[in-house]
């Protein structure tokens, strides 16, 4: 393994125990944010859960198209659980509020898979990111080939033979409470959630987004069905970090 040359070696990280000894304990080293190969996994592990801004300015466009509300109002009226601007069109919200919990249960698994595979995994991390490495490109020659589904399919079978063999942790395993006790998996996403976060006490500051901005938006989208696409995580209002918003309708008239 390589080592840098320090003038001042660094302090070893901080070991932070998980759990209780009803549910079970785990203890992870506190590296008071993701490393980059863990951001790289969870993207990885990501690459198929729908955009969320993507998800609601689709909504949000269907109604202000329907009820002539400002494009930015209703988009912030659906990520923070206004219904008195939605009014009548709750159908959309009921519709965002549910693809927010399912989205919201798929990266609480893959967070978690990711902190278990990294930091609790006896494989040096150098084998777990070759292998990893490996899929990633596998996986962008297939796309040349294969249809998205039969590519998806024959990757995912890949990952299972590998995790299997070398014996490392995968989101099946995260799911499987005989393995991690859903108890313990909640205890363990919210100290993931935190490191992921840098443990910030308070929310960052919140944005004003223009309709353009949300215009330019749906264009990203469009090209991340192709590439990556964005994993911010959501708060409790359903936004997320990098996309808070709190445009008023003074800078979202239509035309």
Request: a negative charge; proline letters at 5%; hydrophobic letters at 35%.
């Amino acid at each position: 393994m390589l080592k840098l040359p320090f003038k001042t070696t660094p302090r070893e990280f901080e070991k932070v125990t998980v759990g209780n000894p009803e549910i079970g304990e785990l203890e992870f080293p506190k590296y008071g944010d993701l490393s980059p190969n863990e951001r790289a996994h969870l993207k990885f592990l990501l690459k198929d859960v729908p955009d969320l801004r993507a998800s609601a300015v689709k909504l949000a466009r269907k109604v202000s198209n329907k009820s002539g509300i400002a494009l930015t109002e209703v988009y912030n009226a659906l990520v923070s659980a206004d219904t008195e601007v939605l009014g009548e069109h709750l159908e959309e919200f009921v519709e965002f509020q549910a693809l927010m919990e399912d989205n919201a249960k798929q990266r609480e698994l893959a967070l978690v898979t990711t902190l278990i595979r990294y930091r609790l995994n006896s494989k040096p991390e150098e084998e777990v990111n070759s292998c990893d490495l490996a899929i990633n490109c596998l996986q962008s020659l297939l796309a040349k080939y294969y249809s998205s589904i039969d590519a998806a399919r024959l990757i995912n079978t890949l990952r299972k033979e590998i995790d299997s063999k070398l014996e490392l942790w995968s989101i099946n395993d995260t799911g499987n409470p005989e393995l991690l006790p859903p108890q313990l998996l909640t205890e363990i996403a919210e100290f993931a959630r935190n490191e992921e976060n840098g443990w910030q006490e308070t929310p960052a500051e919140q944005q004003e987004v223009t309709e353009e901005e949300l215009g330019k938006s749906s264009e990203e989208n469009l090209k991340n069905q192709t590439g990556e696409k964005s994993t911010g995580a959501l708060n409790a209002t359903g936004q997320t970090s990098e996309d808070s918003a709190t445009a008023t309708s003074e800078t979202s008239q239509p035309g």
